[in-house]
């Protein structure tokens, strides 16, 4: 059974920095293409962050500069870094892993306010 379990969101000041982590089991790690969504109030969840199998990364325009997604392969583990946060950075963060098939986690809740 595949599990994605993500940690590390919380309340953090306007230009402040959080690392999401997202922890998969049941998966073939390092042949997935790795993923962390987003969805704000009101909003449809939407695309922030990709890294391939191979390592190669792709930002949504509204992070590029300001996020960084990486994995340990040997940890079975995604991460993302997020700095310069903006009060629009404000959602659930939703990590996505697909190997034949897509997983989902259960969310971690990002707030940026002072």
């Known amino acids: 059974q595949v599990q994605l379990v993500e940690s590390g969101g919380g309340l953090v000041q306007p230009g402040g920095s959080l690392r999401l982590s997202c922890a998969a089991s049941?998966?073939?790690?390092?042949?997935?293409?790795l993923r962390w969504y987003r969805q704000g109030p009101g909003n449809e969840r939407e695309l922030v962050a990709t890294i391939t199998r191979g390592g190669s990364t792709n930002y949504a325009d509204s992070v590029k500069g300001r996020f960084t997604i990486s994995k340990d392969n040997a940890k079975n583990t995604v991460y993302l870094q997020m700095n310069s946060l903006k009060p629009e950075d404000t959602a659930v963060y939703y990590c996505n892993a697909e190997f034949l098939k897509s997983y989902w986690g259960q969310g971690t809740q990002v707030t940026v306010s002072s």
């Open positions: 049941g998966i073939i790690f390092s042949l997935s293409s």
